[in-house]
């Protein structure tokens, strides 16, 4: 890709700049003649871009698990929305250039809807270049706002409204960081929210030890360190939050969609745990 006046350059830290894998992946995933999460956003975002996304090597087996679990959580944020429609509040962390909010405009009618997107400073500054706020039409509830701080400062955390039921989700977000700075960071938000869901994705130990080798975990450089064998673990951060559910990503219905590479991959990783367990996306209630 040629440099081009007209188009943003990228300037991030090496996770930071994993943004740019998840938006790649979305866009292949568009383009596929059964979509599975169908970001119709991310061709328009990734064209306004200067940076030769040839160079992460994105397969169809990161498409997969990018569109699975990005469906995985519109769907339980639809779910949750419509059961508290008198309000709620979704707290989107490490948004990056996600696209979330805006395809989820057509379930907020009849509803009240509190949306956050939150990212670091250089993802937000980024993020308003690139990404168009949210337009809703008549009927369509949505407060948006997009913040710029760390979910790992308790202060900014405190410092938002705690008042509506909340769905938390932290999508690509857990797996670059320990199981206990995880549960330090569980134990900030249910204690700070109260009630609600928290939503997001794990790998194990066997992505920890293979990251600089393999597929996705080579792809975002190598930096992932959660190593999370079992979600129930997590329980311990906050003494009302709850496993629901881990769905492994290679265990999905939609895993069919995909081209035959990317389904034979993860057919492959179906069959042994060390595998099948490698990408889940795990969903607890507090």
Known sequence: MTASPSKTKITLAPTE?????????????????????????AGSILDKIDYNFSRLGV?????????????????????????????????????GLDTRAQRLLSHYAGKKVRWFDVDLPDVVKLRKELVPAPSPQEGENIDYTL????????????????????????EGLAPYFTVEEVQGLLSTLCGHFKRGEVVF?????????????????RQ??????????DGKVLETAHSGLKLLEARPV?????????????????????????????????RYEF
């Not at 740019?20 to 992946?25: F, N, R, S, V, W």
């Not at 698990?65 to 008198?86: D, K, M, Q, T």
């Not at 290679?250 to 490698?278: I, N």
């Open 250 to 282: 290679c265990m999905e219905q939609d895993v069919v969609k995909l081209p035959l590479v990317g389904r034979f991959f993860m057919w492959f990783c179906s069959l042994f745990k060390m595998t099948r367990t490698g990408c889940q996306v795990l």
């Open 59 to 95: 397969g169809y087996t990161t498409v997969g698990i990018c569109a699975i679990r990005g469906s995985l959580f519109e769907s339980w944020v639809i779910n949750f929305i419509s059961s508290h429609p008198n309000g709620a509040t979704v707290l989107n962390i490490a948004c």
């Open 17 to 41: 700049s994993t943004l740019l894998l998840t938006l790649q992946a979305r866009y292949l995933d568009s383009q596929l003649p059964s979509p599975i999460l169908n970001d119709t956003f």
């Open 147 to 170: 913040l710029a701080g760390s979910a790992f400062d308790a202060k900014f955390i405190n410092s938002l409204p705690n008042e509506r039921p909340t769905i938390i989700l932290m």
């Open 201 to 217: 994705d794990s790998v194990n130990w066997f992505v920890v030890a293979t990251r600089k080798v393999i597929g996705y975990a």
């Open 220 to 229: 975002t450089g190598g930096l992932v360190q959660l190593g999370l064998e």
